[in-house]
């Protein structure tokens, strides 16, 4: 959830996705009364690009809490070709239904139709194209094939709606708010040789990806199997898991730490996983002095910032739209990039060999 303030940009992880319906929706309302509380000029409301999790529900919270009739919601993502068209959800012209998101273990996309996707019943949602008549009330799940969508449905918010969708919908309501500033620029991205990637979204990882992040000398690491499938924390696993990781870093090596195995559908899953993975990168970090520090996954990203005790970072570099390169207050040497699960890794950080200094 992101709040815009009267001359500041907050951002608050909620990290809801993984919880139930009805925990979401709880947690929701205590986070929308603590950001109404800090007189903000407008709430955003930052969701999946493809509309995974219990996005009714708390959108449903929101509103409730704010007094709101109406909420616009736009998902999809232009500059990755994820387009919202007639109501039907299309990643690189396929429905969604069809590609690698249908194999989501938590969400999986059986239908590409943004009603199905969304409609629970607890509230009226629609779906209408950027230049429709709008309802009075419900949940407005708006077309978005272009630029011109975005614009027009930025345009067409108002003190009875709430705002939320992807970044790129967010990005377009900004440019109505002349005093925000832009991320500043650097000409390179600084990649060091104790680099340390770690890949915590479930999103499937083809063998060509593996292939390309071994053929850039990175040496891979994948959780062992019984601290995967073990609902405790095993302290001393994860601490030999993290020796080993040092000791390569230590090397000179570069390391991807990876979660590649079958899923059980155990219920909270997600969450003990993303547990575990923040515990590792606090003992590596115990261990050894890290350069780079590169995170998929939003979800992930929450937990290993929350072990590590960092809240506040400065943004020194956008990469590619989504992909952010940061330093963190309390740990000034440390460069900490970040992307969304389901977006690619651009080709400037995978071809690692070409950008060590």
Same mark, same amino acid.
């Given at each position: 959830?992101?709040? #815009?303030?009267?001359?500041?940009?907050?951002?608050?992880?909620?990290?809801?996705?993984?919880?139930?319906?009805?925990?979401?929706?709880?947690?929701?309302?205590?986070? /929308?009364?603590?950001?109404?509380?800090?007189?903000? !000029? %407008?709430?955003?409301?930052?969701?999946?690009?493809?509309?995974?999790?219990?996005?009714?529900? !708390?959108?449903?919270?929101?509103?409730?809490?704010?007094?709101?009739?109406?909420?616009?919601?736009?998902?999809?993502?232009?500059?990755?070709?994820?387009?919202?068209?007639?109501?039907?959800?299309?990643?690189?012209?396929?429905?969604?239904?069809?590609?690698?998101?249908?194999?989501?273990?938590? %969400?999986?996309?059986? /239908?590409?139709?943004?009603?199905?996707?969304?409609?629970?019943?607890?509230?009226?949602?629609?779906?209408?194209?950027?230049?429709?008549? $709008? +309802? #009075?009330?419900?949940? *407005? *799940?708006?077309?978005?094939?272009?630029?011109?969508? #975005?614009?027009? =449905?930025?345009?067409? #918010?108002?003190?009875?709606?709430?705002?939320?969708?992807?970044?790129?919908?967010?990005?377009?309501?900004?440019?109505?708010? +002349?005093?925000? &500033?832009?991320? /500043?620029?650097?000409?390179?991205?600084?990649?060091?040789?104790?680099? $340390?990637?770690? %890949?915590?979204?479930?999103?499937?990882?083809?063998?060509? %990806?593996?292939?390309?992040?071994?053929?850039?000398?990175? &040496?891979?690491?994948?959780?062992?199997?019984?601290?995967?499938?073990?609902?405790? *924390?095993?302290?001393?696993?994860?601490?030999? =898991?993290?020796?080993?990781?040092?000791?390569?870093?230590?090397?000179?090596?570069?390391?991807?730490? /990876?979660?590649?195995? !079958?899923?059980?559908?155990?219920?909270?899953?997600?969450?003990?996983?993303?547990?575990?993975?923040?515990?590792?990168?606090?003992?590596?970090?115990?261990?050894?002095?890290?350069?780079?520090?590169?995170?998929?996954?939003?979800?992930?990203?929450?937990?290993?910032?929350?072990?590590?005790?960092?809240?506040?970072?400065?943004?020194?570099?956008?990469? !590619?739209?989504?992909? *952010?390169?940061?330093?963190?207050?309390?740990?000034?040497?440390?460069?900490?990039?970040?992307?969304?699960?389901?977006?690619? =890794?651009?080709?400037?950080?995978?071809?690692?060999?070409?950008?060590?200094?």
């Amino acid at each position: 959830m992101i709040l #815009l303030g009267l001359l500041k940009l907050e951002e608050l992880a909620s990290d809801t996705r993984s919880l139930s319906k009805e925990n979401a929706y709880s947690e929701i309302k205590k986070i /929308t009364a603590y950001l109404i509380s800090l007189k903000p !000029e %407008f709430i955003f409301k930052k969701i999946d690009s493809v509309l995974r999790g219990n996005i009714e529900y !708390e959108l449903v919270a929101q509103m409730e809490v704010m007094k709101k009739s109406i909420a616009i919601v736009v998902a999809g993502n232009s500059n990755f070709n994820r387009l919202i068209k007639n109501g039907v959800y299309y990643v690189n012209g396929q429905l969604l239904s069809e590609t690698s998101f249908a194999t989501d273990p938590e %969400f999986p996309a059986k /239908t590409s139709s943004v009603l199905e996707i969304i409609k629970k019943g607890t509230i009226a949602v629609t779906n209408c194209n950027s230049k429709d008549e $709008l +309802p #009075l009330s419900g949940l *407005i *799940i708006g077309d978005n094939s272009s630029e011109d969508d #975005l614009s027009r =449905w930025a345009n067409r #918010l108002d003190h009875d709606s709430i705002a939320a969708g992807s970044a790129v919908f967010f990005k377009q309501i900004l440019k109505k708010y +002349p005093y925000t &500033e832009n991320i /500043t620029q650097q000409s390179d991205i600084t990649i060091k040789e104790k680099s $340390l990637f770690i %890949f915590g979204s479930k999103f499937p990882k083809t063998e060509s %990806f593996i292939e390309r992040i071994k053929a850039s000398d990175i &040496e891979i690491t994948n959780m062992p199997k019984a601290l995967f499938e073990t609902a405790e *924390i095993e302290i001393s696993t994860i601490e030999n =898991w993290a020796k080993d990781i040092a000791k390569s870093l230590n090397n000179k090596k570069k390391v991807a730490v /990876t979660m590649i195995h !079958e899923s059980n559908n155990e219920d909270g899953l997600a969450k003990r996983i993303k547990t575990k993975i923040g515990l590792l990168a606090s003992n590596i970090l115990a261990k050894t002095t890290i350069d780079h520090l590169l995170i998929e996954g939003g979800a992930t990203t929450f937990a290993i910032l929350n072990q590590l005790k960092i809240s506040e970072l400065y943004p020194v570099k956008e990469i !590619e739209p989504g992909v *952010i390169q940061m330093i963190p207050k309390n740990h000034p040497n440390l460069h900490i990039t970040t992307k969304p699960g389901s977006y690619l =890794w651009p080709d400037e950080i995978l071809d690692l060999n070409n950008n060590i200094p």
